[in-house]
């Protein structure tokens, strides 16, 4: 696919099929602006018939939007499956929330997008066309883009699809495209700790952020199954050597659910475990999945629970829940969503 490319691959790519080098720059900015080939008047026809099988494979679906104008988009694709991504607006501008898996394997017991279980990877060039798409749906270009943020925290594990998701980073930070810089841009992992070590040493400086959600591996593990395979205590030695590489204060994701890990004793437990760390623990109520028996800590329970972390020197903040009466809300991404629902 043509969004798999930087602008030096689709130059060379069309001089490989006898254009000049400067129709390259002219498909480049069309693929990037959303726009679709076959309405691209500055491209000759015989071009566009060349590279049409590479054409960007998908478009918007289906657009909802929340009550606090919170967007969700749906795409679909064309091999019929769907994938789901979130826009969120802050006072600092838009921040888009890309998925970057069909589905997910990890199997997280809060979340709907695990449900269906992993159905396939994203290409780069597929996490990047929700950036393309939604950019252009809020009047953004790539010239003027209205993307300000991104977070790889939608459909699917980042960490369990390493390579395509890195290729989108290095392609969306690209001076030539988006000109995103790294420093906003935040991947979402549940705690895949040898890829954290390897973001590191691969040179990236994108924020880090733990869906943590326990405060040991036993509970971790009722909830989490990937707390089989990395303990709490090797997430944390990683995020340390994270944080030492590239200067990035660590975020946690706390979850919390009513009667598992909401209490002061669990608070402190918390606070303990991330005593002297630079790191920020943005405190998430649990948002509804229909197919989940779980149930979510009360608003006036959850704000005691901040203030408690607070109070033992833990920087901390109670997430603001939005697009929930759209499915757009944390942990309610799903690649099920029919058509006509």
């Given at each position: 696919m043509l969004l798999?490319?930087?602008?030096?691959?689709?130059?060379e790519y069309v001089v490989s099929l006898g254009w000049p080098k400067f129709r390259g720059k002219q498909l480049f900015d069309a693929i990037l602006n959303g726009k679709q080939l076959a309405k691209v008047t500055n491209l000759p026809e015989k071009l566009k018939k060349d590279v049409e099988k590479d054409e960007p494979n998908f478009e918007i679906t289906k657009k909802l939007v929340a009550k606090d104008g919170t967007t969700k988009y749906v795409f679909k694709m064309k091999d019929g499956n769907l994938v789901e991504s979130v826009l969120m607006k802050y006072v600092y501008g838009l921040t888009l929330c890309v998925s970057?898996?069909?589905?997910?394997?990890m199997g997280c017991k809060f979340c709907a997008?695990?449900?269906?279980?992993?159905v396939r990877n994203l290409s780069a060039g597929e996490?990047?066309?929700?950036?393309?798409?939604?950019n252009r749906d809020q009047n953004g270009s790539l010239k003027k883009r209205a993307i300000t943020n991104i977070v790889l925290m939608g459909m699917g594990e980042p960490f369990d699809n390493y390579d395509e998701v890195t290729k989108f980073l290095k392609l969306v930070t690209n001076k030539d495209g988006f000109n995103i810089s790294q420093r906003n841009i935040t991947i979402s992992t549940c705690?895949?700790?040898?890829?954290?070590?390897?973001?590191?040493?691969?040179g990236f400086s994108v924020n880090l952020t733990i869906?943590?959600?326990?405060?040991?591996?036993?509970?971790?593990?009722?909830?989490?199954p990937i707390a089989n395979a990395f303990s709490i205590e090797k997430i944390l030695k990683a995020c340390n050597y994270y944080f030492e590489k590239t200067g990035r204060r660590i975020g946690f994701e706390y979850t919390l659910i009513e009667g598992e890990n909401d209490s002061f004793q669990e608070a402190d437990k918390l606070a303990n475990l991330l005593k002297g760390m630079p790191c920020h623990v943005n405190v998430i109520s649990?948002?509804?999945?229909?197919?989940?028996?779980?149930?979510?800590t009360d608003q006036k329970k959850a704000y005691a629970f901040v203030k408690h972390l607070n109070e033992k020197g833990?920087?901390?903040?109670?997430?603001?829940?939005m697009g929930d009466d759209v499915g757009g809300a944390c942990g309610q991404l799903r690649s099920s969503l029919l058509e006509g629902s």
């Amino acid at each position: 696919m043509l969004l798999d490319l930087s602008l030096d691959e689709i130059n060379e790519y069309v001089v490989s099929l006898g254009w000049p080098k400067f129709r390259g720059k002219q498909l480049f900015d069309a693929i990037l602006n959303g726009k679709q080939l076959a309405k691209v008047t500055n491209l000759p026809e015989k071009l566009k018939k060349d590279v049409e099988k590479d054409e960007p494979n998908f478009e918007i679906t289906k657009k909802l939007v929340a009550k606090d104008g919170t967007t969700k988009y749906v795409f679909k694709m064309k091999d019929g499956n769907l994938v789901e991504s979130v826009l969120m607006k802050y006072v600092y501008g838009l921040t888009l929330c890309v998925s970057t898996q069909v589905g997910c394997r990890m199997g997280c017991k809060f979340c709907a997008s695990t449900l269906n279980g992993l159905v396939r990877n994203l290409s780069a060039g597929e996490i990047l066309q929700q950036v393309v798409l939604a950019n252009r749906d809020q009047n953004g270009s790539l010239k003027k883009r209205a993307i300000t943020n991104i977070v790889l925290m939608g459909m699917g594990e980042p960490f369990d699809n390493y390579d395509e998701v890195t290729k989108f980073l290095k392609l969306v930070t690209n001076k030539d495209g988006f000109n995103i810089s790294q420093r906003n841009i935040t991947i979402s992992t549940c705690g895949i700790e040898p890829m954290i070590y390897k973001l590191a040493d691969d040179g990236f400086s994108v924020n880090l952020t733990i869906s943590l959600h326990a405060t040991s591996d036993e509970k971790r593990k009722k909830i989490m199954p990937i707390a089989n395979a990395f303990s709490i205590e090797k997430i944390l030695k990683a995020c340390n050597y994270y944080f030492e590489k590239t200067g990035r204060r660590i975020g946690f994701e706390y979850t919390l659910i009513e009667g598992e890990n909401d209490s002061f004793q669990e608070a402190d437990k918390l606070a303990n475990l991330l005593k002297g760390m630079p790191c920020h623990v943005n405190v998430i109520s649990l948002n509804p999945v229909k197919e989940r028996s779980l149930k979510g800590t009360d608003q006036k329970k959850a704000y005691a629970f901040v203030k408690h972390l607070n109070e033992k020197g833990i920087s901390a903040t109670k997430r603001r829940t939005m697009g929930d009466d759209v499915g757009g809300a944390c942990g309610q991404l799903r690649s099920s969503l029919l058509e006509g629902s």
